[in-house]
């Protein structure tokens, strides 16, 4: 089974959905490390940063919005790491699982109908054609 798993997780009830698919998974394999990845989104950093009162603060703000994947984690006793990357959200997930050579990246979806991916693009969407391991999408 998987020993390396990326949960890619912005706070959203779609990461929280996905987060339980990657504890099943992951609970298969006593060896098994969830890699919780955050991407603090340029477009939304800017605004962060300027209200923000320092670094630690902003960093705080940021882990709490994965605070409840990081709960169901310790809960279900899944060995686990945190890592938050600075970009464009869909590119620096793929980077990364490619770069650290995951075995699996599970993400959530909101479940866009066609039109709408097709207009706009889902960050999994985008993920799951470019990342070079199995990829997960949860609804």
Known sequence: MYKHILLAADGSENALRAAKEAIKIASCNEEAVIEVVYVADFEKAKSEVLHSTSSEALNLERRQK????????????????VKILHGTPGPEIVKYANEQ???LVVIGSPGLNGLQEMVLGS???KVMKR???PALIVK
């Not at 994965?66 to 790491?81: G, T, V």
């Open 131 to 133: 990342v070079n391991c």
């Open 101 to 103: 050579q995951v075995e």
């Open 123 to 125: 960050v999994s969407h």
């Open 66 to 81: 994965i605070s409840k994947i990081e709960q169901l984690l310790r809960e279900s006793s899944i060995s686990y790491k």
